[in-house]
């Protein structure tokens, strides 16, 4: 059995056991990133983020302390890849890589 590791886990600072995700599919257009803050608060009258993630089985049943710090660190850092818009959202897994819920953005409420 060979313990060679893939190429993303190789790079340094990475941790082998770190499961790198892949970033989403939609784009950011340039004028979303760049935008003025001020624009960007504007638009987010009314509007929710929302994170469900199901606690009850597999790695967050073992670890959920632990789980749920590790998958806010991910998408801490993985929300610049969205424009964060009503509809923006993603699969949320474990760190067994198994579907453990999602997170979501919600239009604003009417």
């Known amino acids: 059995m060979s313990t060679e590791q893939s190429p993303a886990t190789k790079a340094p600072g990475v ?12 784009s950011v257009s340039t004028d979303a990133r760049q ?6 608060n504007e638009t987010l009258e009314g509007m929710k983020f929302l994170l469900e993630v199901t606690m009850d089985e597999g790695a967050l049943a073992e670890d959920p302390t632990g789980e749920l710090q590790r998958i806010l660190r991910y998408w801490g850092g993985n929300l610049k890849h969205y424009a964060m ?20 953005v919600e239009g604003r409420a009417e």
Do not use: C, I, N, Q
């Open 15 to 26: 941790h082998p056991g770190l499961r790198l995700f892949p970033r989403p599919t939609t």
């Open 35 to 40: 935008s003025p803050k001020k624009d960007f």
């Open 85 to 104: 818009r009503p509809g923006d959202g993603s699969v949320v897994y474990d760190s067994a890589y198994r579907e453990v819920g999602r997170w979501s």
